[in-house]
């Protein structure tokens, strides 16, 4: 059974563009490419067939994976964020007690995660660490430079 995967509408539309765009254009230039392959003789030893094939197998997982996910897909509006807690599609400005830097952060799902703008995943350490927080509260996250701790100051759309 697989999880409810939360996203933000304009996520959902990136992620079913992105699958089209697989289907339509990706698949059919890898089926060319084994054809080709395939053409030019024995498949034993056609380096060009077994990387064709190769790159068949990644982008079908990673079509399954995608179409699971919209599968799961629940569109979260801004209307529905409880704004007394860090929750998904929260904006939360913290104090990065470490550095003494402000920093904010919005929250999102995975596959829309993007740290150039802010947009951090809730499955990331930093994300995990905010989730749930209320302003006020101390939390600490654990990250591959070491634990960090940050005060929630702020919780917004």
Sequence with gaps: MSDIFY????GLEKLQEEVKYL????????A???????????????AEYHAAKEEQGHLEAKLSEMESKLTNARVMNESDVDLSHANILSTVEVLNKKANKKMKFTLVS???ADLKEGKLSITSPIGKALL???IGDITKAQTPAGAIE???LKISI
């Design 32 to 46: 060319k490419a084994i054809a080709e392959a395939r053409e030019k003789g024995d498949l034993s030893e056609n």
């Design 7 to 10: 996203m933000t509408k304009e």
């Design 110 to 112: 995975e596959a829309e």
């Design 150 to 152: 940050f005060e929630i």
């Design 132 to 134: 749930g927080k209320a």
């Design 23 to 30: 289907r339509t254009v990706k698949r059919p230039e890898i």
